[in-house]
């Protein structure tokens, strides 16, 4: 039904085909679905000789990094900011993937020691088939 001022009354709820645009929405909203809010975690755990590939539908990532380690991606929009904590559960030296750009021109060296702790953070410059590019900083060895 609506009635003379354009409200829509529906005795079991509302279902909309498309876009309902509305000035304000009142309730709890825990009904909600397909809204994403806060920061997601994405943790990985990396042994020796594997290539961890970051979901970039995340924000933030966590890695627990052994022996030789690759760090990838896939996803993400441009202009999307995401941080990788890496912490050496053992001796691990960390690479980069091609995606990541760095000031320098060069991946940096990461710390080796079992316990080291580093941050990587990135924004993604452009996401796609023509070439992911992801301009990244680090700060090191938070041991």
Same mark, same amino acid.
């Given at each position: 039904?609506?009635?003379? !001022?354009?409200?829509?009354?529906? %005795?079991?709820?509302? %279902?909309?085909?498309?876009?309902?645009?509305?000035?304000? *929405?009142?309730?709890?909203?825990?009904?909600? @679905?397909? !809204?994403?809010?806060?920061?997601?975690? =994405?943790?990985?755990?990396?042994?020796?000789?594997? @290539?961890?590939?970051?979901?970039?539908? $995340?924000?933030?990532?966590?890695?627990?990094?052994?022996?030789?380690?690759? !760090?990838?991606?896939?996803?993400?929009? =441009?202009?999307?900011?995401?941080?990788?904590?890496?912490?050496?559960?053992?001796?691990?030296?960390?690479?980069?993937?091609?995606?990541?750009?760095?000031?320098?021109?060069?991946?940096?060296?990461?710390? @080796?020691?079992?316990?080291? $702790?580093?941050?990587?953070? *990135?924004?993604?410059? $452009?996401?796609?088939?023509?070439? @992911? =590019?992801? *301009?990244?900083?680090?700060?090191?060895?938070?041991?």
């Amino acid at each position: 039904n609506v009635d003379s !001022i354009g409200v829509i009354t529906a %005795r079991d709820g509302l %279902r909309v085909t498309g876009i309902a645009t509305a000035t304000a *929405f009142h309730g709890d909203g825990s009904q909600l @679905t397909g !809204i994403s809010v806060g920061i997601a975690t =994405e943790a990985s755990v990396a042994t020796n000789g594997t @290539t961890v590939v970051l979901d970039l539908s $995340k924000d933030d990532h966590k890695i627990l990094a052994s022996g030789t380690v690759t !760090i990838d991606v896939t996803g993400g929009t =441009e202009a999307d900011s995401h941080t990788i904590r890496i912490e050496n559960t053992a001796a691990a030296t960390v690479g980069f993937a091609t995606h990541f750009l760095f000031p320098s021109g060069a991946s940096p060296s990461l710390p @080796t020691a079992s316990g080291a $702790k580093s941050l990587v953070s *990135f924004t993604v410059n $452009k996401a796609g088939a023509a070439g @992911t =590019e992801l *301009f990244t900083g680090v700060s090191i060895n938070f041991s």
